[in-house]
């Protein structure tokens, strides 16, 4: 099976309300779709947004990257060379890592085709089933309560809640939402780098003192802040997770060195796709550190791959919030993978076990 074309697309879905964090406020998914044609007629499909406040990518930088530099190596290329294809993918030029995950997803999901076993099969075995957190944007205390309540009418046990604005007003959104809660979900909260080390410990000791218990705090520092990320984690018990501090396995294992963070949030747009998600994994594994397998704001197609990782490294993988599927309007992908609120199940077809895709629309 040897590729013969990739062509690209764009797929937009509505999302059910407007996501919004403290780096951005989004209304849909709007994902640049890879189609790596081969030579059997097999189609493997890849995806991935455009996430400029943390990637820095666009999607014309995603389009050129792919058209102009990824594209052209792999063309004629036995697809069964995954290893050579992933090192041509890596080495066609720096950065640019949603591009080369779409490129890279597409590639895992002709290679399972090729062998006619789904991913995760090939990745080791595991029960293909996950439960995902959902996401709580960030909005006015009672918006962000009646959006818990409808989290829980749905079946969410974890709910991740987006703060990082303003220290008062998040702590009572998080005491407000604990009280609707009331022990129903695990609560985990996401400062999307908002807060200074100081007023983390801050919010962190507040809550503690009003009783309520957090999962976890996501990134509350900027990415570079390690230093920040040590003093938090030498004062308070909340476990810290590391994510956009931990774009890839060189700065994970600096951040494990430095006892930084207790878990790191695994995102294929950051790692730059499947094989570099899979080696900050291992490194996360050897040091007894837990992952959380992640995603950005993105369709189901990159989303499922995720899933797949995640079934296949469930020892090291143990928070799900892959939940962007789960906040759209529809999902427009037919396949064998299954999202039903916080439910993922993964089913038999190879590879990723794509079938269709609804409302594909061309780009010039």
Request: charged share 20%; glycine share 8%; hydrophobic share 45%.
């Amino acid at each position: 099976m040897k590729i013969t074309a990739i062509e690209l697309r764009r797929l937009r879905v509505p999302l059910r309300t407007p996501f919004r964090t403290a780096l951005r406020s989004v209304d849909e998914v709007d994902d640049i779709v890879v189609m790596m044609r081969a030579d059997n007629g097999a189609i493997g499909h890849g995806s991935a947004p455009p996430t400029a406040a943390i990637t820095g990518e666009t999607h014309a930088t995603i389009i050129a990257a792919i058209r102009d530099h990824i594209a052209p190596r792999l063309i004629g290329v036995e697809v069964a060379q995954r290893n050579h294809l992933g090192t041509l993918i890596d080495t066609a030029l720096p950065g640019n890592g949603s591009a080369k995950a779409a490129v890279d997803i597409a590639l895992h999901d002709l290679w399972g085709q090729l062998h006619q076993a789904p991913l995760y099969q090939l990745f080791g075995g595991g029960t293909p089933r996950l439960e995902t957190s959902l996401t709580i944007s960030l909005g006015s205390v009672e918006t962000m309560v009646e959006e818990a309540r409808r989290a829980l009418a749905r079946g969410f046990r974890a709910l991740k809640i987006k703060v990082g604005k303003q220290v008062d007003a998040d702590i009572e959104r998080v005491c407000a939402i604990d009280r609707v809660v009331a022990g129903r979900a695990a609560l985990r909260l996401d400062a999307n780098q908002g807060w200074t080390a100081a007023q983390t410990v801050q919010v962190l000791q507040a809550l503690e003192r009003a009783g309520v218990q957090i999962d976890l705090i996501e990134q509350p520092v900027p990415a570079a802040d390690i230093e920040g990320m040590c003093h938090i984690a030498e004062r308070v018990q909340v476990p810290l997770m590391a994510d956009e501090s931990a774009f890839d396995a060189r700065a994970a294992l600096s951040l494990i060195e430095r006892r930084a963070a207790r878990i790191i949030n695994v995102k294929l747009m950051k790692a730059g796709g499947i094989g570099h998600a899979v080696r900050i994994i291992d490194i996360a594994a050897l040091h007894g550190i837990e992952c959380m397998l992640g995603c950005m704001l993105e369709s189901a197609i990159a989303v499922t791959a995720a899933a797949h990782l995640a079934i296949a490294h469930a020892h090291t993988v143990t928070r799900i919030d892959l939940d962007a599927p789960s906040l759209c309007s529809r999902d427009p992908i037919d396949g064998s993978a299954r999202f039903d609120g916080p439910r993922i199940e993964i089913g038999d077809g190879a590879g990723l076990g794509i079938r269709t895709i609804a409302g594909l629309e061309e780009i010039a």
